[in-house]
């Protein structure tokens, strides 16, 4: 978890991609954590990557220990704008 944290700081100190980055090498380690998909998915959602990012939010939610958790990555995801397979936005 402190190479996740690390992660974090390094996104918002040099950017989201550096970041996810470093997150990707996570995923044999946290992989089961719900903590490593949250912070997945809001750095691919940062770097404009919607559709994997929903799916990172979904794992992450399927993870959550508890409601609050569970109900603030439901909101993160459903504000996610991602396009249909003709590159337009449903």
Do not use: C, K, W
Not at 3 to 12: Q, T
Not at 19 to 26: H, I, M, N, P, S
Not at 32 to 37: C, S, V, Y
């Amino acid at each position: 978890m402190v190479a996740l944290n690390r992660a974090i700081a390094l996104a918002e100190y040099d950017s989201p991609d550096v970041g996810l980055a470093l997150v990707e090498r996570l995923g044999d380690q946290l992989g089961g954590h719900h903590a490593f998909h949250a912070a997945r998915a809001e750095l691919l959602r940062l770097v404009g990557r919607a559709g994997e990012a929903r799916d990172a939010y979904d794992r992450a939610i399927s993870l959550a220990g508890n409601g609050a958790e569970t109900a603030h990555l439901s909101r993160r995801r459903d504000q996610l704008v991602v396009p249909t397979e003709n590159g337009a936005r449903p």
